[in-house]
């Protein structure tokens, strides 16, 4: 069984417009870095094409591909930061919990907002009470700290709640502020919120074994490896040791498997080739590293499965 912890839906009117103009941007330095060809106005064309899915229908057709039982939606709310969209924030988490009613069983979404709104803590308890939404997506890139007090309601409602709270952690693309993404501002967080399950998305990327290190002396915080694609496709085996070194300084019911989806697909990184990578690393991974079977089953779905209940059985 596979189960992505982090996937979005993208649809135009739900983003700024500057990220859709900064992700064709990134989209260009990854084709290059990999040796492909790289056109702005035909990566953007084929954004659109790829990213549409008001429904839901496209990522569970992805999901059917590539034998991904579960993915969870982290709803972005950058409006702040790079100005806001047509639709607001409560009609955006209305049109994906129709989503995941759509696809029961299959899709779930967490609660996304930027905790400077006015009336975030209200409407995070009710799309969790009322909407069935599984837990709270922050992104401090938009510029915040995670350990900024005005933040500290959402986590207190979580734990009321007992949900757990993703953030994103590690560099991001522009124009967003690395400062604000440092995973040591989760050490105030977990120790204020005991009872919290906070997950680090992106393993915090080039600062992977800081929080690796900082995830082996708590007992609430996890991390996600989505967003490793690139590194995985151009230079495997750098790739299979990190995930090693990971594994064994955070411990493998620590690591859950994630996509970032469907940004990848951009650049031909597909999840049916991800998942697979996963599968096969105990029998693929480089001489010199190996992965055991009950490594990978923690990291691909029984860790998820401990944080959100038996999701992806059905």
């Known amino acids: 069984m596979v189960i992505d912890f982090h996937h979005h839906l993208f649809n135009r009117d739900w983003i700024p417009e500057k990220f859709w103009t900064d992700l064709v941007g990134r989209a260009v330095n990854v084709r290059r870095l990999n040796g492909q060809e790289a056109d702005p106005e035909e990566i953007a064309r084929s954004m659109f094409d790829l990213f549409t899915d008001l429904d839901g229908d496209r990522l569970a057709a992805d999901m059917e591909d590539a034998g991904i039982a579960y993915s969870l939606i982290m709803p972005l709310d950058l409006g702040l930061e790079l100005g806001e969209c047509p639709v607001t924030i409560e009609e955006k988490m209305r049109l994906i919990v129709e989503v995941t009613r759509r696809h029961p069983g299959k899709i779930g979404s967490f609660f996304g907002i930027d905790p400077r709104r006015e009336g975030g803590v209200e409407l995070f308890e009710k799309a969790v009470r009322e909407w069935g939404m599984l837990g709270l997506k922050l992104d401090p890139a938009a510029g915040f700290y995670p350990n900024e007090p005005m933040v500290y309601p959402y986590y207190e409602k979580a734990s009321e709640m007992g949900v757990p709270v993703l953030l994103h952690t590690g560099v991001a693309i522009p124009p967003f502020r690395n400062k604000y993404t440092d995973p040591i501002y989760l050490d105030d967080v977990t120790l204020d919120f005991p009872e919290l399950t ?4 992106h393993a915090a990327f080039g600062w992977w074994q800081q929080l690796a290190f900082l995830i082996s002396k708590k007992t609430n915080l996890v991390t996600d490896i989505s967003g490793w694609q690139p590194l995985a496709t151009r230079d495997y085996g750098l790739f299979c040791r990190y995930l090693r070194d990971m594994v064994s300084i955070a411990g493998a019911p620590s690591i859950l498997f994630a996509s970032d989806g469907p940004a990848f697909n951009l650049y031909g990184m597909r999840n049916k080739w991800w998942a697979q990578l996963f599968r096969d690393l105990p029998e693929k991974a480089p001489q010199g ?21 038996p999701v992806g059985e059905d």
């Open 289 to 309: 590293i190996t992965f055991t079977q009950d490594e990978v089953d923690m990291i691909l779905y029984k860790n998820a499965q401990r944080i959100l209940g």
């Open 198 to 201: 906070v997950v680090a998305a």
